[in-house]
């Protein structure tokens, strides 16, 4: 026969469990808040210039020639009030080519243009994708919430695959 333990001991057994498994749902949660928050941080740089376009400059760019990391040509704006430019530079991309017009939107105070439309959009979102796919992870693995993890899973796999679509 097995002697009984000890209510204290019991107890005192089951708040330490409880406290390891609050500590592993705060460790988890801040981590899987932490990949969403850089992924809308990564997206929002771009994005901002895509999606609050009122003020900004808009136009064509007509792309000319492509180095290894950007891509570059004339610029004519459809917004009143811009001036055409010689050159303005694009991010080159798997979505950008030589001898092909974009719709884009210039930086401010640059001769930075990204695109815009709804590919500018979604391949500004991109990175918030990559994120959520990788929280579902954090959030099933860590959390133990497995709809939630398939929802963002799935949110994640939906955006990349629009995007690749679209662009």
Do not use: N
Not at 52 to 60: F, H, N, Q, S, Y
Not at 84 to 97: F, I, N, Q, T, Y
Not at 100 to 121: C, E, F, I, L, N
Request: net charge positive; hydrophobic share 50%.
């Amino acid at each position: 026969m097995i002697p009984a333990m000890p209510a204290t001991a019991t107890s005192s057994r089951q708040a330490s469990a409880a406290v390891l498994r609050f500590g592993r749902f705060a460790a988890m949660g801040a981590v899987a808040v932490l990949i969403l928050i850089a992924g809308v941080w990564a997206s929002w740089g771009t994005a901002q210039h895509v999606m609050l376009t009122k003020g900004r400059e808009r136009g064509t760019v007509d792309v000319a020639r492509c180095g290894p990391q950007t891509c570059w040509g004339r610029f004519t704006p459809s917004s009143e009030g811009w001036q055409p430019r010689a050159r303005v530079v694009l991010e080159k991309s798997v979505a950008v080519e030589r001898g092909r017009t974009y719709t884009v939107v210039v930086k401010p105070g640059s001769d930075d243009a990204v695109r815009s439309g709804p590919a500018g959009v979604l391949y500004a979102w991109i990175p918030l994708g990559g994120a959520l796919l990788l929280a579902s992870v954090v959030v099933a693995g860590g959390l133990l919430r497995t709809r939630v993890a398939w929802v963002m899973a799935l949110s994640g796999v939906a955006l990349l695959t629009a995007a690749f679509v679209t662009v």
